[in-house]
DNA sequence: GGCTGGCACTCCCGGTGCATGATTGCCAGC
DNA sequence: GCTGGCAATCATGCACCGGGAGTGCCAGCC
């Protein structure tokens, strides 16, 4: 596998990408002489085309048609050629404050999903930051039933998480508030990765008519803050791009596109997957783990919260996508979200923003 | 508007019907004949079909095609002529005992939602039960910053939602508890739609120091309570159902289809309005409010809870539906919804919530 | 009077042939 | 090493055509 291009083939297959991205269509010797630039006749951009088919990264739909990039021609495109034009300040300060006019977390992980989508014109992903870096603010026990109770997280995000517990035996609403004043006691103001621990701590020094309600909040709390529950955790916007005109050509694929897209686990993997090789993380074609989305590109980026990776926002398009406009938008909106979120947890401090 | 069809006319809709949802293609007078045994020859049945398409019940694609039902048509079979074919005991127990299981309300309708658009093959819709008829268990206030205050309620169903406050003056630790107090001592135990009355009630009364807290949560408790969050109220599954061939022809159609299944709230309003003609409601084609949607049929049931009517389940699918098995197919889900649910809120069972 | 078989007609659909145009690969010449 | 020229390839659009499906109509039959 090659490593560099000369100087001219990368100027060629730099124009074919964005003719391509642009226009949709194959795109042929003259038409890039004639709109490119390129200073050289159509014979010889035909034989550096060749070159470059034969070395994999263009390739002909059929016989005289023009070249379309493939997968590695894309791919060597976003790592070589492709130049980072970031929103304008303008841009980004609107994107900012609409952000930031959000009520609550799930209000601007929605409105970031809005805008992305709208945006970018593909599909939006984003996910939910983990509870784990947050800090728990209050936990609340209702009593329901007999022997359920219910647990109620808040955290300082203002995320709000909750479960159910189902008791072996029956509890009284005066162990209720027991269980719940020592549990405040202890835990508010705790990171939510110790406060299992330190609540199962007070249940083994406990009188014993609260202590298996202790323990049973211990576990709740360790179940539910560990992972958000299901459907809590990633917003999937904008879907209806993915059937625009001129990315599909079969109904076959846009609707494996959209059974990939339900599959909220899959989809999230898929994301991790891609910011294993680096942040922002560009995935293209075959590179997804799902034959499905052969067609398909990723490009995601994490936001921060509390200085350390939090979530994660993203697009799925098809692979004949405009990656640096792309990853200048979900870099802005990952970026835009890491501020909007130091505005709702209250400090106000000022974070270093990435690039 | 002809009000019946005369016995023959009526068989042959209704053949047209049944075999142009299980083909997927025009049926002609010939096939008719050959495989649904309407006793008399083709020239007849040609006839028949003339003065069906002049009354308007079917259409012809184009000339020396067969007929298609128009809305008209399946409007006529869904009133007069399709056969109800309730599930069998078997899988009605199988849906129950699926949805019995679920651990809380979200999974609960999240389940639904799968095993709709599983079962039915469209898109499925299932709406939140309405918190109105609950009643609040307790308020909980969280300070999160100088002039932000998180308002947490809790209903005696298990259910947990939240509200952003954001003040114009500064409060206090104090405040907030003094408020939390006051708030829980008036209104623990009150129906949902009472609460905001006797919150603001409170407020009038209150020292000045809190009563703009108080206002707030008053008017927290009004907006927060009379309608769900957005994302939390709808459940959309299935979606990628309406790619599958054979529903839709031009991709453009799809993408509209998707298109309105982003809109929560027009979704909403679509089954409202669905349902104020009757329980269950069809709603075919050009019956529908959106002309979006016009190849598009809605099938809609609503489930109650605590003996009246909390909810409401559905599928959107093509207008070439099998309404029979659709209108069985929600009709079982959303009673079985409406049991598994009882569970739930009665004695031990636990439920759910959002966060 | 209503049903039926027969028949001419319409029109989609698939296949074929052809002209067009876009594009390519190659080569000889500069 | 680049360029212009040229033959070759092949999709695309169009016209044409025949088969087939389905229809509407009508005369005749029960």
Redesign the interface.
Same mark, same amino acid.
């Given at each position: 596998m090659e490593t560099k291009l000369d100087e001219r083939k990368a100027a060629i297959l730099k124009a074919i990408v964005q003719d391509y991205v642009r226009e949709g269509e194959p795109v042929g010797s003259k038409r890039l002489v004639e709109g490119w630039g390129l200073g050289v006749s159509s014979a010889t951009v035909r034989a550096e085309m060749a070159a470059l088919e034969e070395a994999g990264y263009i390739a002909q739909p059929h016989t005289s048609a023009g070249r379309i990039p493939t997968d590695k021609g894309y791919r060597y495109f976003v790592d070589a050629l492709a130049e980072r034009t970031p929103l304008s300040e303008h841009q980004r300060q609107t994107l900012l404050d609409l952000l930031r006019d959000s009520?609550?977390l799930?209000?601007l992980l929605?409105r970031a999903s809005t805008v992305l989508s709208r945006l970018t014109r593909y599909a939006a992903l984003v996910v939910a930051p983990a509870l784990d870096r947050s800090r728990l603010?209050?936990i =609340?026990l !209702?009593q329901?039933?007999?022997?359920?109770v219910?647990v109620?997280f808040?955290a300082?995000t203002?995320?709000?998480?909750?479960r159910?517990?189902?008791l072996d035996a029956p509890v009284t609403e005066h162990d209720v508030a027991r269980a719940r004043h020592a549990v405040n006691e202890a835990a508010a103001g705790l990171r939510t990765s110790q406060t299992p621990d330190v609540v199962a701590g007070i249940a083994t020094g406990a009188p014993p008519e609260v202590r298996p309600l202790l323990e049973a909040v211990a576990d709740a709390v360790r179940r539910g803050l560990s992972s958000?529950?299901?459907?809590?955790q990633i917003?999937v916007?904008?879907?209806?791009n993915?059937?625009?005109?001129g990315y599909f050509e079969r109904? =076959?694929q !846009?609707?494996?596109v959209?059974?990939t897209?339900?599959e909220q686990v899959i989809v999230l993997q898929m994301l991790q997957d891609a910011l294993q090789v680096g942040d922002p993380a560009v995935r293209i074609g075959h590179e997804l783990p799902l034959v499905e989305l052969a067609a398909c590109s990723v490009v995601a980026a994490s936001y921060d919260a509390a200085g350390s990776s939090a979530g994660t926002v993203g697009v799925l398009g098809p692979t004949r996508m405009d990656y640096p406009r792309t990853l200048a938008v979900v870099q802005a909106v990952a970026s835009s979200i890491e501020q909007a979120l130091a505005g709702?947890?209250?400090s106000s401090g000022a974070e270093p923003t990435r690039n």
């Open positions: 009520s609550d799930e209000e929605r603010r209050h =609340e !209702v329901l039933g007999p022997t359920s219910l109620v808040i300082d203002g995320r709000v998480d909750k159910m517990l189902d958000p529950p299901p459907g809590e917003i916007g904008g879907t209806a993915m059937a625009a005109p109904l =076959e !846009v609707k494996s959209y059974e897209l339900e709702i947890t209250g």
